[in-house]
């Protein structure tokens, strides 16, 4: 295993470079063309002329406290005074109204809203009842939309899962991170392991789909510990489980340079890489295939937010520094420093359309994202494409015709694939 994992390694790194990041959205890579008013008038004309399914994305960017290793847009709901979160609250609401007004939107059905964060319970459940209770007046939400949260474990109190339960959520993703003790100490987290895991435990009895995040690459973490962090998972009888590359970010400099993780070389990328293959094999094997880049999952857990795309829904998303696209349009929000203090009803940082060659492109990048690629309704030159991510190891067929699957090289190198993939139809393949 150790040895077709290294294979796989060097076939990769033939094509793209060692030091992998998840896929990054179209902005990153050529900012944004249009300011803020552009922007709302784009989706606004844009939005007129789509219809069906859509799926919510909602930004609460507060936490309880900052963890040390984690390059999260978040800050702290300060306790003492709640001003900036109840101005974040009001922003968000009038963002919600803004977009609701746009004519149709409204009465598109929801298939989830997804909370993400930040900690989202953070700012307490009556502001959290409340922004739930907007969203459901102003959006087409009905008796099947999954109503989704990522949350840490500690605030999966009896008292928040009620809450939770009340308003119909029914799908929870828990930041475990690592159930070693000695590695919990090492990410500032509190709970013991099995208070954790009877956390996950009291949610499953709700009857929800549960899935968690556990981090690879973390100091003096060894391929035992993430399988024994997986089989305990999976006893457990969660549904999904994500695994995420500790990423080095602007705002965990310190917690990377103190663990000697600010720079990492090819060999300690390599190891990281083997210890990603080792966590994807036992998911794999235990009944968990990937869904998604980074994401394994038993059939209950769809992953819907992540998978929208797939589904041809667009992601309406609200919040500060949300991502979302309308049809051929994406567009990002501010920061949460401008975020309360914007001028007009969307705060905006800009927006963008594909261009023809990038429209050619989302098939295939849609698919690569899934990690779930079928042939159908792909052209020539994706196809091709494919085959040479095949003859890398990068793909590998599944036993469905017609269809690749994501391998766990595809899914570390799945960044610079991607960005290749962007770049097909233009005439300028950046990547090789
Ligand atoms: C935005 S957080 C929300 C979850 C929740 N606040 C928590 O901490 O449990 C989503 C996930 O991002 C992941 N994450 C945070 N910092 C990371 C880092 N430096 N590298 C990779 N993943 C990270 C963690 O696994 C975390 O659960
Ligand atoms: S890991 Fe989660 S709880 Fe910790 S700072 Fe990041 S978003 Fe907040």
Redesign the pocket.
Known sequence: MAGDARIAWERARERYPADAHLPLPRWATRGLPDGPEEAWDAIARVSAERSGALSVYVHIPF?ETR?P????H?TIAPRGSREAVDRYIDALTSEIAAFAALPGLAGRPVTTVHF????PLAIGAEAFKHIVTVLRESLGTHGATEWAL???SRLLDDAHIDVLDGLGFKRIH??V?SLQSQLRRILGRREQPHEVLERIAACLERGWVVSA?L?YGLPGQVGAMLREDITMLADAGIHGI?L??????PH?VRFMTQHGLAERDETRLCEDFMLLAEGAALLEELGFPRNHVTHFARPEDANLYSRHALRGEDLLAVGSSADGVMGPYFYRHVELDGYGSAIGPVPLSGGGAYTAAEERARPLVTRLMAAEVFADGLDDVSLAFCGELEATGLLERANRGGVWRLTTAGSWFSGAMCAEAWSLYDGARTSR
Not at 244 to 249: F, R, V
Request: proline share 0%; hydrophobic share 20%.
């Open positions: 936490c963890c290793f984690c390059d999260c978040a993400g964060g930040g900690t990522e949350t840490t828990v930041g991170q995040d981090l994500s995420y590359h500790l990423n080095a970010g965990n």
